[in-house]
């Protein structure tokens, strides 16, 4: 196998406002992905991941450093490279309104040079795959968001990628959506072991199950970039806590400031009116800590449990909080 992704020092800059405030979007990030892996770059909303995507899919110039996608340069072979690579986009548009389904499908196969039999045989093959047959002659405009996102994922296999860039492909999908555009895409790389995914998303569960290995990022640096087990099992000498907690507007951050406590998130719940509090403590003994400080406080508990690390967990153990 080898690297299909590699970055050295890269660096973005963007200056923002009247002001021309320097924000530092992506900061001397290294990355090596290998052909065959679905490789994560998790992070928050505004973390660089979009940015990273951005320059590797040769649509924005980095302002230092270097990145190159099958060993070509992201800046001096851009041409080159967009041969190999595919970009979907999650809450993208996956074509044109007007147009069916299908007959959209058809247009991005003629741009990428496909010969009729092939891209028909593609266009059938993803329309069954992703179940939206019976949506083939509907004009995309009328497809609901979940549609348009099965869309989009099969506009992004029709060329055959050697290189898939997925940028939050289940923002905001059903969970029945999401789980067949996950499976769609572990079935594409087990079949072909030269062809690389680069999944960017916040959903640390999707992380957890489709990929070989994650780069966490914040704030535009790498924080950490192995297995998902092999991070998680850096956390096995730590404790987790999941409260379950009646929603307070004055919020719970007065825990964060509590010995022992390492990481923290407060995640509120409109529709019934609870808090998901998540503690990263030292060890077990913290738990004992949290439990008396919540009685003294006259806090009711819904429910308390410790729980096994998660990747969000190792998150917050890097950064000292949550994704929301």
Request: with cysteine; glycine share 8%.
């Amino acid at each position: 196998m080898g690297t299909a992704i590699e970055t050295l020092d890269l660096t973005r800059h963007f200056k923002r406002g009247k002001e021309k405030e320097l924000v530092v979007a992506l900061d001397r990030v290294n990355l090596q992905v290998e052909e065959g892996e679905i490789f994560g770059l998790l992070g928050p909303n505004g973390a660089g991941k979009t940015t990273l995507i951005n320059i590797l899919t040769t649509t924005l110039l980095p302002t230092s450093g270097a990145a190159y996608v099958k060993g070509m340069d992201v800046v001096e072979e851009a041409a080159e490279i967009r041969r190999y690579i595919s970009l979907v986009s999650g809450g993208e548009s996956p074509g044109y309104g007007i147009l069916t389904a299908r007959e959209n499908l058809w247009f991005f196969s003629q741009l990428h040079g496909l010969r009729s039999r092939v891209a028909n045989e593609r266009i059938k093959e993803f329309m069954e795959k992703l179940e939206f047959t019976d949506y083939a002659n509907t004009k995309m405009h009328k497809l609901s968001t979940g549609y348009k996102q099965r869309l989009n994922l099969a506009r992004g296999f029709i060329s055959d990628p050697d290189v898939l860039f997925l940028d939050e492909p289940t923002l905001g999908l059903d969970v029945l959506s999401a789980r067949q555009i996950r499976s769609l895409v572990k079935e594409w790389v087990k079949r072909d072991s030269e062809k690389t995914v680069l999944l960017t998303t916040h959903y640390m569960a999707e992380a957890e199950e489709m990929c070989n290995r994650v780069a966490m990022i914040d704030q535009g640096k790498i924080l950490a970039c192995d297995t998902p087990e092999n991070l998680k099992r850096g956390l096995e000498a730590k404790a987790t806590l999941r409260l379950e907690v009646p929603s307070d507007e004055s919020g719970y951050s007065w825990l964060r400031e509590m010995p022992g406590v390492l990481g923290f998130s407060e995640t509120t719940h409109i529709e019934t009116g609870t808090t998901t509090l998540k503690l990263l403590l030292e060890d077990e003994l913290g738990i004992i800590t949290i439990s008396d400080k919540i009685k003294k406080k006259g806090l009711r508990v819904v429910s308390i449990s410790e729980t096994r690390p998660t990747l969000e967990d190792v998150y917050i153990s890097l950064v000292g909080r949550g994704l929301k």
